[in-house]
């Protein structure tokens, strides 16, 4: 009886050693699955007459660069880019557009027919992105007759 109670508690307690501890809490985000645990940028433009805000993300890994787009109504895309790194710039691009990202400043200038913009830009959680690129898009619908 004796040899059976410690062996008992040595069951019990490393039983509860060897237990999953880790926070599976299931991460539920409304961007892509690539971008969990990235970071969001929210920019603005310099120049007030033209499109004045710009929603980006980038990975964890920073690897890919995000870009949301407004496709069709009440639904934001993300476009993404493979990421060009260096010790003071992100820069991403395709045919139509180039993207370069400060990494101190967070100055980000995009380059795109007609014209070169240049927007300052701040590190927000992607979650409070997508909800900021949600409010502009209903901002852009509403008023609309048909």
Known sequence: MKQLIPAFLAVFVGGSVAADTTNRALQVSPVPGLFVGGVGLLCLADD??????????LTKSREIFGWARFDKDDDIHYMTFDVSKSPDLYRVANDAVEIAVNRKSLRLTM??????????????????????AKVELRKLLKGNKI
């Open 111 to 132: 380059d795109r027919m007609p014209a070169k913009t240049a927007y300052n830009c701040e590190a927000t959680s992607i979650t409070d992105l997508h909800n900021a």
């Open 48 to 57: 007030p007459a033209i499109e004045s805000r710009q929603y980006f993300l």
